[in-house]
């Protein structure tokens, strides 16, 4: 098993999910987009599509979404195990045919609800639980997508598709991500963000082991 982990920006690295692999001796690879402009060819089993400011549309900007999106389809077929985080999640959808579109801009703590799901890794997530949200776009199901998790204000919040999974949601948050986050926000904002942070954090790491251990299980 080997991980390889495409990066759109320097702020949105692997997080806690790093602190897993490290932990386990998982053997994973950053593949910094922001750096090369172009997907490089890699010997790894599993695949996981950081977030990023840019939009999943914006390919004439950034060519390299486009070479993405094939990737994604050529790994769904193959098999390979595919987790998605925010513009990952909407990397997935659309390379899978569905709509990606501007929608509420959202920051700071949300509300998620689990859907009535049978098996895999949701099973053992509560039914409501808190997840950092930071995001201005949302996408539609893909054809045959299996949504997982809601929101109130954006319903579309984790979906599943064979062996893909999509997370609008940064389960990977640190502290020091976070910080780096909502430097840039009004303080009163940012201020609210620190106060709900430390037992919604604690949550969040406890579920984002639960989904590395998963996406790591096979």
Request: charged share 25%; proline share 5%.
């Amino acid at each position: 098993m080997k991980i390889a982990a495409f990066q759109h920006t320097s702020s949105e690295p692997l997080g806690f999910f790093k602190s897993f692999f490290t932990e386990k001796n998982i053997p994973f690879e950053y593949i910094r987009l922001y750096e090369t402009n172009e997907v490089p060819k890699t010997d790894a089993t599993h695949f996981i599509f950081l977030g990023g400011s840019m939009s999943v549309n914006d390919e004439l900007e950034y060519p390299f979404l486009k070479e993405e999106k094939e990737f994604i389809r050529r790994a769904v077929k193959n098999k390979n195990r595919i987790l998605g985080i925010c513009l990952g999640a909407q990397l997935i959808a659309s390379a899978l045919g569905a709509n990606v579109y501007k929608y509420i801009q959202e920051t700071g703590w949300r509300q998620i609800l689990l859907e009535p799901v049978q098996g895999g890794v949701f099973s053992t997530f509560p039914d409501r639980f808190f997840a950092f949200q930071l995001h201005g776009e949302t996408f539609d199901l893909p054809f045959r997508g299996k949504l997982l998790c809601s929101g109130k204000r954006v319903k579309n919040q984790a979906f599943l598709y064979k062996n893909a999974l999509g997370l609008q949601f940064h389960l990977e948050l640190t502290e020091e991500i976070l910080r780096d986050w909502i430097r840039d926000l009004r303080r009163p904002q940012r201020e609210k963000i620190l106060r709900e942070t430390p037992p919604y954090l604690a949550e969040s790491n406890r579920l984002c082991h639960l989904v590395a251990e998963d996406f790591t299980s096979q």
